[in-house]
């Protein structure tokens, strides 16, 4: 035991020296307890149009229904075909294009064009301007066509579209008046065509507009590039840190990442990740007003996916479209979307999450020290070696050999500090297998312990055994975080990539590992060899309701696996997400249901059954469905952008729920029991 001192001082100091970035971290996630909702005023015009109301009344609903602000995108040809109060018609005269409509407005956009477009001819008469334009400005977009002669289908290349259509030309002012008079603030969202303009000239335009409308704390750039991109990303940056704008991360669909804009990674890491993640309600988000089930039907149901990004995913923005029902805009009182909205901030205030009122999204930027990193890396080390010591009882010499072999490489690596992202990922990963695994090894350990003194154990001492590995495995999420405290994964610009296989190895390591330590349960012969011992194994008389259970094992496994983060394409029962939306409203947090359905109560029949030597093969399927738990633990803290506090309750609600659903088991059996002693009574 004195040997293992050394193991648990080096863990120790790796677990203190990472308490640091744990606490660094969680100060930082409490800096982010903002939110605003933002709509896109298209979507105002589109619905103004619809009921065919004024801009000014339409603006007022969206204000009285809780909207904060109104996302302007920068007037181009192709919005303004769009509207009903601008009389405009654009076309082609071969590569040119050609702009017919009032003549104030065409003198207007001439100016315009001028100002954003470079190096272009430009002519205005009295009926029409038009605009030069280049071969290489078009779309092209490619049709089926069916040749006569040779009977059969080809691709026929088309010019859908002119780049011109889609330049940014500034922003309406009486479109920004009129957003200020209903009270909402104004969200410059500008465009950029690097192909047509000038980089220094587009953020100086840029800048421009937002010191003269609107000095916002933030900035979503519209298009696949950000305004200078190709040229003027410092300037960009510049001005931005001069007026604490943080720039913009949309997130992905799949809840992955964020969307492809050229220049945005970049422009961040030079504002050193003093940014911001948007939520966009996608159109397969807001069809969701009739979510279909109970108590689901006016919009709930996007309400909470609104909840899980801002609570879940570190989203500061919420871009608002109006809800749809079966791909059709719905319209609804104001007060449905008062009422949802209402349900929104009241939930958010649990978390001491507020709407946005001053001040600015431009926050302090999070690092970890390499030293913290190297000492929680030692930690792992440590950790690793002690569970090689548990299971095989190393000899002193042996295990101060390997920790020197391990601990000099380690710290090399650190030291030199050449591809530490990678090195960071590597030990990350390590942490979440090996303190899952001495979690494991730990609770087997005890098992054996309670088969071979039976004695005074009950159900009170499983549950403390069972809070033991958890404290195991939330040491190593305290150390699995010094890896990963930094801006990049908060904003989900870097992720951790071995989640899947993080969670496989902790079971097969469950599996193996039962078969080592319940080996004295499992082979009573201790003088048998190890090929005698598996001979008898493989002898064993087996049930069919073993193997019924085996194979009920194998297939929680395998759907905790597909289930497992946002890439399964399995959609869960209605009555399950019922159930977990249940969780959701009236829990902190809600926690993992393969932890508390499975995991917690399988660890607790695994030793109800040690007590009572019962049924001793199915012991390492019950350890395998267990080791899901400990999993979970470092897997729930994987995910990077979810704030520690959140992760930390879904453990603590876990436990408790795996203590209630476990009662409820033994319960159910206990009644079973009874009937069946009954039955079999009426039946003699």
């Given at each position: 035991m004195k040997k293992r001192y050394i193991l648990f001082l080096l863990i120790a100091l790796g677990v203190i020296a990472s308490l640091f970035a744990f606490n660094a971290r969680y100060q930082t996630e409490e800096s982010?307890?903002?939110?605003?909702i933002t709509m896109p005023f298209e979507q105002v015009l589109a619905m103004a149009e619809m009921k065919n109301a004024s801009l000014a009344d339409e603006l007022?609903?969206?204000k009285e229904a809780g909207i904060d602000s109104i996302a302007l995108d920068e007037i181009n040809l192709f919005n303004l075909k769009q509207r009903t109060d601008k009389d405009i018609i654009v076309s082609y005269r071969g590569n040119d294009v050609v702009i017919r409509g009032d003549k104030a407005l065409l003198s207007a956009l001439a100016e315009r064009f001028q100002e954003h477009l470079q190096a272009r001819e430009i002519e205005l008469t009295a009926t029409e301007l038009v605009i030069e334009g280049s071969v290489n400005d078009f779309y092209i977009g490619y049709l089926n066509s069916k040749n006569t002669l040779v009977e059969e289908s080809m691709g026929v290349s088309v010019r859908t579209a002119s780049l011109l259509e889609y330049l940014g030309l500034g922003y309406d002012s009486a479109d920004i008046e009129a957003i200020k008079a209903a009270g909402l603030a104004v969200r410059l969202r500008p465009s950029y065509v690097a192909a047509l303009e000038d980089a220094e000239q587009a953020v100086d335009n840029l800048i421009s507009a937002i010191d003269e409308y609107?000095?916002?704390?933030?900035?979503?750039?519209?298009?696949?590039?950000?305004?200078?991109?190709?040229?003027?990303?410092?300037?960009?940056?510049?001005?931005?840190?001069?007026?604490?704008?943080?720039?913009?991360?949309?997130?992905?669909?799949?809840?992955?990442?964020?969307?492809l804009q050229k220049g945005l990674n970049s422009l961040v890491e030079r504002l050193d990740y003093r940014a911001l993640r948007v939520f966009s309600t996608w159109d397969f988000i807001r069809n969701r007003y009739d979510y279909e089930m109970p108590l689901h039907h006016n919009g709930e149901e996007i309400i909470n996916t609104y909840y899980r990004a801002i609570t879940e995913r570190n989203i500061s923005v919420i871009y608002f479209k109006p809800f749809t029902k079966n791909n059709r805009i719905v319209d609804l009182p104001v007060g449905v979307y008062q009422d949802n909205f209402k349900v929104l901030e009241q939930r958010l205030a649990a978390h001491k999450i507020t709407p946005y009122d001053s001040g600015d999204f431009y926050r302090k930027p999070l690092h970890t020290r390499r030293a913290v990193q190297l000492l929680a890396a030692i930690a792992v080390v440590a950790a690793g070696i002690l569970i090689l010591d548990l299971l095989f009882d190393l000899p002193l010499k042996f295990l101060a050999l390997l920790l020197a072999l391990a601990l000099i490489?380690?710290?090399?690596?650190?030291?030199?500090?050449k591809g530490l992202p990678l090195i960071n990922s590597l030990f990350g990963f390590m942490t979440t297998v090996v303190f899952a695994g001495l979690a494991i090894v730990f609770i087997?350990?005890?098992?054996?312990?309670?088969?071979?003194?039976?004695?005074?154990?009950?159900?009170?001492?499983?549950?403390f055994v069972l809070l033991q590995a958890l404290a195991i495995s939330m040491l190593g999420a305290i150390l699995e975080v010094a890896f990963f405290a930094d801006s990049k994964y908060i904003l989900e610009m870097a992720i951790f990539r071995g989640v899947k296989l993080s969670q496989m190895l902790p079971l097969a390591f469950a599996l193996l590992v039962s078969v080592v330590i319940f080996a004295p349960i499992l082979f009573p012969a201790s003088e048998l060899s190890y090929k005698e011992r598996i001979i008898d194994l493989l002898n064993q008389t087996i049930k069919l309701w073993q193997i019924m259970l085996g194979?009920?094992?194998?297939?929680l496994v395998l759907l905790f696996l597909v289930r497992s983060g946002h890439d399964g394409n399995i959609k869960p029962p209605t009555l399950e997400l019922l159930f977990r939306n249940s969780l959701e409203y009236f829990l902190y947090a809600r926690p993992r249901s393969k932890s508390f359905i499975?995991?917690?109560?399988?660890?607790?029949?695994?030793?109800?059954?040690?007590?009572?030597?019962k049924y001793k093969l199915v012991y390492p399927f019950l350890a395998v469905l267990m080791a899901i738990g400990q999993s979970d633990v470092l897997n729930t803290f994987s995910h990077f952008r979810t704030p520690l506090i959140i992760s930390a309750w879904r453990i603590v609600y876990a436990y408790i729920l795996g203590i209630v659903v476990y009662g409820l088991l033994y319960l159910a059996y206990i009644i079973m029991k009874k009937i069946v002693a009954v039955v079999k009574a009426m039946l003699v």
């Open positions: 982010l307890k903002h939110y605003e007022s609903y969206w609107t000095q916002q704390p933030y900035l979503v750039f519209s298009g696949k590039e950000i305004v200078g991109f190709g040229g003027a990303e410092a300037k960009l940056a510049e001005a931005l840190a001069k007026r604490h704008i943080a720039p913009a991360l949309i997130e992905n669909p799949v809840q992955r990442k964020h969307v490489p380690t710290a090399l690596l650190y030291v030199l500090g087997l350990k005890r098992g054996l312990y309670v088969y071979q003194n039976p004695q005074g154990h009950n159900f009170i001492k499983s549950a194979g009920l094992a194998l297939l499975i995991a917690f109560p399988a660890f607790f029949i695994l030793f109800d059954l040690i007590r009572k030597n």
